[in-house]
């Protein structure tokens, strides 16, 4: 079993992906791909007027600001991403289905509807927030679609406990599904060829890091590559054998990260 | 079965229609919903600066011209109804699971690249459309999902035999669903009380029309409520026990379109 997430960063190439993607899963490998959305949301928030608001929490995470109309900003964005990666995995023979983690309660979790976070120095609260994190996979409703041999497509969209959609961290998304699964991979695909140890030169990749010491690198982790370390530990703390910090612009992206390249931790 | 179409206009209440659907389905009825977006990718596309385009076919239908970047918009739009109307089903308690027809080659049909079209009194062809017809429904998928107690609420986007995403009429995929499942009920809500003798005349509701007499009736459907009473002859052809042409801004729209208000064919 192994479960990929791909982000929406420049120099990725979907097609070029999916195709690497249809031909794992043409050998008969059980696939689930996990997707992102934040630049799409981005660009279509400028277009219609209503820019990306991104706020520091009290922690010291930096996060998006989702009040209600950025919440449907995110489900129309990521639905064309969901729908164009299922698109290109029908093209190239793979049954892709595509799903939000909302849908049949496939991944559950706490709205955090109020934040604390930290404006010009002064701690505010913000409210009307839709973001929560995962808490609960439906592991029958995947396992259910794989084994009629179907490739799940998610998009970061949870349910509350209440039923209401909420924004949660890709990353993290599919940490959770890989360890529900008890993945042998998880696969974080990313624009550079993994952690590096002195970004953003390329040719600093940390090729292996042992599991134990996961936590060790989180220093090293710049911008969104911290979460990818955060969800590459929860993933193995929860059983997944090994997580590939991989190259996300490379032809046969998925192939050669389960080949050895990239960061591998485990 | 009971399969439901409702679409985007104005009037109709989503929560209340979602509210009426939980109850039925925690009541044990098995339900499909299927959604249009016409409304919401009008408004999207004259945000963006793509104006929507309609175009008359030589036969004389009127349809959406879908070019690449209004195929992406389509997604867009109904990415957020199909995730808003999943996310009010499961406020309301029913487990529901939102697909496009692409997912899953849930629905299946012809890619119409080319149209032949009359503009200005003169035959023109348009191409790069990306529209079809449903021809093949996957009725294992949506056994699998309803037996294990899931509400598939379905967006009208069908995939070619080619893994394309096309863009189909949601009432003809709807009847093209209860066909395919032999649902005993098809109800195709609207924002009128049903098929109506002299438009838009309300108190001339027509409640009644024999399955044989169906196709005598289309004269007198306007606008969209052609592909209704059209969807409605494929379904009753298909062999679905009867189709009702129900008013979605009632309070309680399913249960009183199953008690015998609006328009009964069958």
């Given at each position: 079993m192994l479960v990929v997430k791909v982000g929406g960063s420049k120099g990725i190439n979907y097609d070029m992906l999916c195709r690497d993607l249809a031909m794992l899963?043409?050998?008969?490998?059980?696939?689930?791909?996990?997707?992102?959305?934040?630049?799409?949301?981005?660009?279509?928030?400028?277009?219609?007027?209503?820019?990306?608001?991104?706020?520091?929490?009290?922690?010291?995470?930096?996060?998006?600001?989702?009040?209600?109309?950025?919440?449907?900003?995110?489900?129309?964005?990521?639905?064309?991403i969901n729908a164009v990666l299922v698109e290109q995995l029908q093209r190239q023979g793979a049954n892709a289905l595509g799903l939000r983690g909302l849908d049949g309660r496939l991944l559950s979790g706490k709205r955090k509807a109020m934040i604390r976070i930290i404006e010009d120095g002064k701690q505010k609260i913000v409210r009307d927030d839709w973001t929560g994190t995962v808490e609960q996979v439906n592991t029958g409703l995947l396992s259910l679609l794989l084994k009629e041999g179907y490739l799940p497509v998610i998009a970061p969209i949870a349910g509350s406990f209440d039923g209401e959609a909420i924004n949660v961290d890709g990353d993290r998304a599919a940490a959770a599904i890989a360890a529900a699964l008890g993945a042998e991979t998880l696969l974080l695909l990313t624009n550079v060829p993994g952690l590096l140890r002195h970004f953003p030169d390329e040719s600093s990749l940390i090729s292996h890091i042992p599991r134990a010491e996961i936590d060790d690198y989180l220093p090293l982790a710049e911008g969104r590559m911290k979460k990818k370390v955060l969800g590459a530990s929860e993933a193995l703390m929860g059983g997944v054998g090994r997580v590939i910090l991989g190259d996300a612009r490379r032809p046969t992206p998925v192939s050669d990260a389960l080949a050895g390249a990239g960061t591998v931790i485990g």
């Open positions: 899963a043409q050998g008969g490998k059980r696939i689930v791909l996990v997707h992102g959305g934040s630049d799409e949301t981005n660009q279509l928030s400028e277009a219609l007027g209503h820019p990306p608001r991104f706020v520091t929490s009290v922690s010291g995470h930096t996060s998006r600001y989702t009040d209600r109309r950025t919440l449907e900003l995110f489900m129309m964005a990521t639905g064309k």
